[in-house]
């Protein structure tokens, strides 16, 4: 069975850090392309990040860039965002995501992703 299974989320505070992980069930990393979405209160879902299947290349949406870095761990099957200095605006849902081909519209097009986590919330106090 496929799963994608967040976890690391929580709340911090302006300016900290926190690493979130996606585990992945059923497949392997090799495979496919794996991005970080998120989705703010009252706010469009959007693409954070991305690592591609042969994990030489990787994808930051302009407002994290510098900050958030993705990576991942083959033997542990794991895909982890660290977030550095984190600000209010990072505040949401955060969901981990995998697509077999490349989206023609880019990385950061939502409906083209074959498997979802459940997502995990990040909380980012003042």
């Known amino acids: 069975e496929v799963q994608l299974v967040e976890s690391g989320g929580g709340l911090v505070q302006v300016g900290g850090s926190l690493i979130l992980s996606c585990v992945v069930f059923?497949?392997?990393?090799?495979?496919?392309?794996i991005s970080w979405f998120r989705q703010g209160p009252g706010k469009e879902r959007e693409g954070v990040s991305c690592?591609?299947?042969?994990?030489?290349?990787?994808y930051t949406t302009d407002s994290v860039k510098g900050r958030f870095t993705i990576s991942r761990d083959i033997a542990k099957n794991t895909v982890y965002l660290h977030m550095d200095s984190v600000k209010p605006e990072d505040t949401g849902v955060y969901y981990c995501?995998?697509?077999?081909?490349?989206?023609?519209?880019?990385?950061?097009?939502?409906?083209?992703?074959?498997?979802w986590g459940q997502g995990i919330q990040v909380t980012v106090s003042s």
């Open positions: 059923g497949f392997t990393l090799r495979d496919y392309h």
């Open positions: 690592i591609d299947k042969g994990g030489a290349y990787t």
């Open positions: 995501a995998a697509v077999f081909e490349y989206p023609l519209g880019g990385w950061s097009v939502s409906d083209e992703y074959d498997f």
